[in-house]
């Protein structure tokens, strides 16, 4: 398979100001994708998407292209995802001058995916494939479940199940299994992406990556949270008084 790796990084960050860039652990956010871009066998191009001269620098400096400028109407804040592969990809192609028949999407926002994900669902697509398969995407066990404890208000007020079934659900382990959609990670056919216009048009298959990596960053909580998750992951901590990592052991 000819793999291309897109990373999106627009700059107009608006629930945390430069988030991309900004110093996680002593290297840019953006710099913990790209590395599990470079780590993972089969990848043969990583491309940063972007619109911002900062967060290409930074880039670079990382080890992935960017070969192109993310147009303006793709660097919004309702800019959807799939356009802005579509575009990833037919300008890629242009530059390098060869065709991929697979594109990987790593959010630069979500660093606790691991290498071993990557090439877990890279392979699972690889199997599938043959089987209609055209994209298989990062998920995770959802904390809440609209079988039992998702409410909303019917036509009267009064709560009940999102999705009652015809004999309630008394216990979480009852409810059928539903899931989060992890967002960290994505592997298409370039085909699937070439003919279709949304993220679930075709034949997509969730790849579980825990629950504990479904984390994102979009604003200052969910950088402590991922921060503090990231710190546990890898064995490092922060002194006081002057915020220096540490690698404990």
Same mark, same amino acid.
């Given at each position: 398979?000819?793999?291309l790796?897109?990373?999106?990084?627009?700059?107009?960050?608006?629930?945390?100001?430069?988030?991309?860039?900004?110093?996680?652990?002593?290297?840019?956010?953006?710099?913990w994708?790209?590395?599990?871009?470079?780590?993972?066998?089969?990848?043969?191009?990583?491309v940063?998407?972007?619109?911002?001269?900062?967060?290409a %620098? @930074?880039?670079? !400096?990382c080890? #992935?292209?960017?070969? +192109?400028?993310?147009?303006?109407? /793709?660097?919004?804040t $309702? &800019?959807a995802?799939?356009?802005?592969?579509?575009?990833?990809?037919?300008?890629?192609?242009?530059?390098?001058?060869?065709?991929?028949?697979?594109?990987?999407?790593?959010?630069?926002?979500?660093?606790?995916?691991?290498?071993?994900?990557?090439?877990?669902?890279i392979?699972?697509?690889?199997?599938?494939?043959?089987?209609?398969?055209?994209?298989?995407?990062?998920?995770a066990?959802?904390?809440?479940?609209?079988?039992?404890?998702?409410?909303?208000?019917?036509?009267?007020?009064?709560?009940?199940p999102?999705?009652?079934?015809?004999? %309630? @659900?008394?216990? !979480?382990?009852? #409810?059928p299994?539903? +899931?989060?959609?992890?967002?960290? /990670?994505?592997?298409? $056919? &370039?085909d699937?992406l070439?003919?279709?216009q949304?993220?679930?048009?075709?034949?997509?298959?969730?790849?579980?990556?825990?629950?504990g990596?479904?984390?994102?960053?979009?604003?200052?909580?969910?950088?402590?949270?991922?921060?503090?998750?990231?710190?546990?992951?890898?064995?490092?901590?922060?002194?006081?008084?002057?915020?220096?990592?540490?690698?404990?052991?």
């Amino acid at each position: 398979m000819a793999i291309l790796c897109v990373i999106g990084a627009r700059g107009g960050s608006t629930g945390l100001r430069n988030k991309n860039i900004r110093p996680l652990l002593g290297k840019p956010l953006i710099a913990w994708s790209i590395e599990q871009a470079q780590q993972t066998p089969g990848i043969d191009r990583i491309v940063v998407s972007t619109d911002n001269d900062d967060i290409a %620098a @930074v880039a670079r !400096r990382c080890g #992935a292209d960017v070969p +192109f400028r993310r147009p303006a109407e /793709l660097a919004t804040t $309702t &800019a959807a995802k799939f356009p802005v592969w579509q575009h990833a990809l037919a300008e890629a192609e242009c530059f390098y001058g060869k065709a991929f028949d697979t594109v990987v999407d790593l959010d630069c926002t979500c660093p606790l995916r691991d290498v071993a994900d990557i090439s877990g669902a890279i392979e699972r697509l690889r199997q599938r494939r043959e089987d209609g398969v055209d994209m298989v995407m990062g998920v995770a066990d959802a904390l809440r479940n609209p079988y039992f404890n998702i409410l909303e208000a019917g036509e009267n007020g009064f709560l009940r199940p999102s999705k009652p079934l015809p004999s %309630a @659900v008394v216990c !979480r382990q009852d #409810a059928p299994r539903v +899931f989060t959609h992890a967002g960290n /990670l994505y592997v298409m $056919t &370039a085909d699937y992406l070439r003919r279709s216009q949304g993220l679930l048009d075709g034949h997509v298959e969730g790849y579980d990556v825990g629950s504990g990596k479904a984390f994102d960053i979009d604003d200052e909580l969910g950088f402590a949270v991922v921060e503090f998750l990231m710190r546990r992951k890898l064995g490092v901590g922060a002194t006081a008084d002057t915020g220096e990592v540490r690698t404990d052991g």
